[in-house]
Nanobody, 124 residues
């Protein structure tokens, strides 16, 4: 059974930084891709970042490219999202997700397991 637990969200001023963590249980973490999504009220869940099983390949959405970084530590079964230069439009609930293949996908249906989400609020 896979469980994902996010942490690190909170309230920050525009221009600030946060680091989200997602701790996973289960034996498959190190062999599959991981992703981060976010969802603001009244909007659909959107892809933020993806990382391959080894961490050798990553992808970021255009809206966060140059500001966010995704990384993983397979020994700790943890994936991270470093968020810098935060903007009010980054305000959302952030979810980590575990994929079913070595490469990431950009759609929610590409992922089998989801965390409960962590709120990120950026004030102007």
């Amino acid at each position: 059974q896979v469980q994902l637990v996010e942490s690190g969200g909170g309230l920050v001023q525009a221009g600030g930084s946060l680091r989200l963590s997602c701790a996973a249980s289960g034996r498959t973490f190190s062999s599959v891709a991981m992703g981060w999504f976010r969802q603001a009220p009244g909007t659909e869940r959107e892809f933020v970042a993806g990382i391959s099983w080894s961490g050798g390949s990553t992808d970021l959405s255009d809206s966060v490219k140059g500001r966010f970084t995704i990384s993983r530590d397979n020994a700790k079964k943890t994936v991270y999202l470093q968020m810098n230069s935060l903007k009010p439009e980054d305000t959302a609930v952030y979810y980590c997700a575990q994929g079913r293949a070595r490469g990431w996908g950009t759609l929610p249906r590409d992922y089998d397991y989801w965390g409960q989400g962590t709120q990120v609020t950026v004030s102007s």
